[in-house]
């Protein structure tokens, strides 16, 4: 059962502009959300999170939204740069529950 | 401050075979988690160490076991192999004190299984 959902596989954009990484989840009982980068050969990186009690928390270049009615998260990095090239991992998590993971999108920021 | 550090790298094993893969958290981390991450996929939960107890698991048959040390390093044991198996196999590590979501990755055992 696939309850967190990446549905764009890969996403390009211009170095300088915004980049919108989109999440969609399904259990209800998720109340906590994190995004998570993920460069080749290394393991995934904690990059920002979002309590289900927020709709948004920003922290320098990056910013998370949360439409709880929607069930529906993003993140939004502005401005985009080339190092920001990665694979992009929206994750979720209830009480005292396992994480569950996205499929991920790959990011491509082009100079 | 060495991070999550997993061995081996990479490993190739044959069907049927026992595989055992082993993990050392960063320092201060008294939670070790498992995870699979099969190609084009995102890591899916295997289960989860404290106090060198199992304290979560995952959809994942008995064939996966584990173990923590008091030292708070982990081993993961998979036996039986089945092509299935083959994946990046990640270890992750928090405090159990902060929020345990925002765990810390080593960078993974890729295993083959032929």
């Known amino acids: 059962d696939q309850q967190v959902k990446q549905n764009s596989p890969s996403l390009s954009v211009q170095e300088g502009r915004i980049s919108i990484l989109n999440c969609d989840y399904t259990?209800?009982?998720?109340?906590?959300f994190l995004w998570y980068k993920k460069y080749p050969a290394e393991g995934p990186t904690f990059l920002i999170s979002i309590s289900s009690i927020k709709d948004k928390n920003e922290d320098g270049r990056f910013t998370v939204f949360l439409n709880k009615s929607a069930k529906h998260l993003s993140l939004h990095i502005v401005p985009s740069q080339p190092g920001d090239s990665a694979v992009y991992f929206c994750a979720a998590s209830a009480v005292n529950n396992d994480m569950r993971f996205g499929a991920g999108t790959r990011l491509t920021v082009k100079p | 401050d060495a991070g999550v550090t997993q061995s081996p790298t990479h490993l190739i094993k044959t069907r049927g075979q026992q595989v055992t893969l082993r993990c050392s958290p960063k320092?201060?981390?008294?939670?070790v988690s498992w995870y699979q991450q099969a190609l084009g996929q995102g890591p899916q939960f295997i289960f989860q160490y404290y106090e060198e107890e199992e304290r979560q698991r995952g959809n994942f048959p008995d064939r996966f076991s584990g173990h923590q040390f008091p030292n708070y390093s982990s081993e993961l044991n998979v036996n039986a192999l089945l092509l299935g198996d083959s994946a990046l196999y990640l270890c992750?590590?928090?405090?159990?004190?902060?929020?345990?979501?925002?765990?810390?990755f080593g960078p993974g055992t890729r295993l083959t299984v032929l």
């Open positions: 992750a590590s928090s405090w159990d004190s902060d929020n345990p979501n925002e765990q810390f």
């Open positions: 259990n209800s009982m998720f109340d906590y």
């Open positions: 320092s201060g981390h008294d939670t």
